[in-house]
């Protein structure tokens, strides 16, 4: 295998006709990183993450998978494994033969590993029935066999838990995390906040087309910012004495009264309680909290360009 | 890394193509029509003067395949071969699993390739099982007799025999210009259907071009005129001279045809599925 970063993706465009769907996007994904894509759906992540396996020809820009060009050679998928939107399969045919039919375009021995992929994904009992009959679910299970195929270094998911109940949302995220733990490189991408959340350690959020962060996940939150609930015995005069106050930012107010806002920094938030005191307003609640990864996808996403 | 090879793309496609409905409605339909053609026939005291070989399917069963080419040069060989050339591509779009395929190691032109091995082979089986059953039909019917040549001989049956099965041979040559052109529209609509019915209007126009005034003269350059080509074996001596021409003419169609196919296979945006 060549050496570069699993993925190295610099100026991916592309356009159809007057539509940009993607905008010139910078992406690197490291080996080791569980790679969160984040973005809404029609924001360009599955259209990238095409380019990325060589199945759209970029307008501009180029894909690198381990230093190689997926629309240069097939051979630059060599340990790169995955699918975009759902996987698809030959109903026709049952999944063992589906599997056998993908192991013979993968050569490298592939056939011998169907068996224990089979197991890991837990369908060795259903390998015999034709796929057509398989569930969302069942399909889904049996793309990540298929992907496991090609023993690859990169695993790229798109959408893995799309479709799924609560229950295979879990266990999808439990064998993301097991692959990981494998020393498996995995770009996830997902519209399912929690799913990332919990599962990736480095993130890139894409937004129309452009890439609107790229980074630590801990680091978003930090650069995010703290923000400090509210909770007093008037909120009228405590609102009136944050709207005053140059120290703290965006102050809003929730459904059940509660107030939140960004202080400067701590010293604001020490000045801040003497002067509620002051206006009468007594605390009863004066907390920080981290922002969710959710506000910060939606404070991303939702803004203007 | 040993890589697939494009054997190996063509070995999966001939098992796919084993596990589909369609595949047996073809071969069902080349089993069928000859034998429907053959107790037709059996049936009725007259022959159809009218087409070479006509007036001798009573005498002799070599006739009947010889006579069922003829008649299934205008919808019915084309129909078969479009039926599996026309779905080879456009089903792995209307299945979703081009990007399945597309994303193993095997590079765009092995999968191209395959899948043109895949279609011919078809197409080949498809017509050779069609004059087979008819061949053994009208001997059931009409018996191992000679054969009266178009120049007027007669030539024992065994080599009655070896020139039904040169003629089948000759035969090939235009029907795989069709799988050709049906694997064009089945690449270029991603539509099994519109690339069926495609190729059997394109087979069908080019029949009618030469009974419009002043288009007579194209009439050795059409494809449909290939499917003529076998009745020079059955002359004496040999004319060489129409399979020749079936040869470069049917050349014509299928090289542009699979060209066309190719580039926009290997060009292609993956969006479905």
Redesign the interface.
């Known amino acids: 295998m060549t050496s570069g970063p699993p993925v190295e993706v610099r100026g991916l465009t592309k356009q159809y006709g007057d539509i940009t769907a993607v905008d010139g996007v910078d992406l690197t994904v490291e080996a080791g990183d569980v790679f969160g894509y984040l973005g809404p759906n029609g924001a360009g992540k599955t259209t990238s993450m095409?380019m990325m396996?060589?199945?759209?020809?970029p307008t501009a820009g180029e894909v690198k998978l381990f230093g190689k060009d997926p629309q240069e050679?097939?051979?630059a998928?060599?340990g790169v494994?995955?699918?975009?939107?759902?996987?698809?399969?030959?109903?026709?045919?049952d999944a063992k033969?589906n599997l056998e039919?993908?192991a013979?375009?993968?050569?490298?021995g592939a056939n011998g590993r169907i068996p224990e992929v089979l197991d890991i994904v837990e369908l060795t009992d259903r390998a015999k029935d034709k796929v057509g009959g398989y569930s969302h679910g069942m399909r889904q299970r049996l793309g990540i066999a298929?992907s496991l195929l090609?023993k690859p270094k990169l695993l790229m998911l798109d959408e893995p838990a799309t479709g799924l109940d609560p229950a295979g949302m879990r266990d999808m995220r439990l064998l993301i995390k097991r692959l990981a733990s494998e020393g498996i490189t995995v770009l996830l991408s997902s519209h399912l906040l929690a799913e990332v959340e919990d599962v990736c350690d480095r993130v890139a959020i894409i937004r129309k087309g452009k890439i609107a962060y790229q980074g630590q996940l801990s680091q978003l939150r930090k650069e995010a910012g703290l923000s400090y609930s509210l909770r007093t015995t008037d909120d009228t005069a405590a609102r009136k004495v944050l709207d005053s106050f140059t120290a703290v930012t965006d102050v809003a107010a929730s459904d059940d009264g509660t107030l939140r806002f960004h202080p400067a920094d701590e010293s604001a938030v020490a000045q801040l309680s003497g002067q509620l005191t002051a206006a009468g307003a007594m605390i009863i609640e004066l907390a920080p909290r981290s922002a969710t990864l959710e506000e910060l996808f939606f404070e991303l996403t939702e803004g203007e360009s | 890394m040993k890589s697939p090879s494009t054997f190996t793309v063509y070995r999966w496609e001939l098992r796919k193509l084993r596990a589909q409905k369609r595949t047996y409605l073809g071969i069902g339909a080349a089993i069928l029509v000859p034998m429907a053609f053959t107790i037709a026939v059996a049936l009725r005291p007259g022959e159809p003067r009218d087409v070479p070989f006509g007036r001798y399917i009573h005498q002799t069963g070599l006739a009947i395949p010889l006579v069922m080419l003829l008649f299934g040069s205008i919808w019915f060989f084309p129909l078969i071969t479009a039926l599996v050339a026309g779905d080879i591509v456009a089903n792995e779009d209307q299945n979703g699993t081009m990007k399945t395929i597309l994303t193993r190691s095997v590079e765009r032109t092995q999968v191209f390739f395959g899948k043109v091995l895949a279609a011919f082979t078809y197409a080949f089986i498809a017509v050779v099982i069609s004059a087979g059953f008819a061949l053994v039909a009208g001997l059931f019917v009409s018996g191992y007799n000679p054969l009266t040549s178009l120049s007027g001989q007669v030539v024992s049956a065994n080599e009655g025999l070896s020139l039904v099965g040169a003629s089948v041979a000759v035969y090939m040559i235009p029907i795989l210009a069709i799988a050709s052109i049906a694997l064009m529209l089945s690449t270029v609509t991603r539509n099994s259907a519109a690339a069926v019915v495609g190729t059997l209007m394109f087979s069908l126009i080019l029949q009618l071009v030469v009974i419009i005034p002043g288009l007579g003269g194209l009439k050795p350059y059409l494809l449909s005129t290939q499917f003529n080509a076998w009745q020079g074996l059955l002359r004496t001596p040999i004319d060489w001279d129409p399979i020749i021409r079936a040869a470069w003419v049917s050349s014509a169609y299928a090289i542009p045809a699979l060209l066309i196919a190719l580039v926009v296979f290997l060009r292609r945006d993956v969006t479905g599925g």
């Not at chain 1, 995955?82 to 026709?92: D, H, L, N, S």
């Not at chain 1, 013979?104 to 490298?108: P, S």
């Open positions: 095409r396996l060589g199945l759209i020809r050679s097939i051979s998928l060599t494994a995955g699918f975009v939107e759902a996987p698809r399969f030959y109903p026709y045919l033969t039919l993908l013979a375009l993968d050569g490298d298929a090609r």
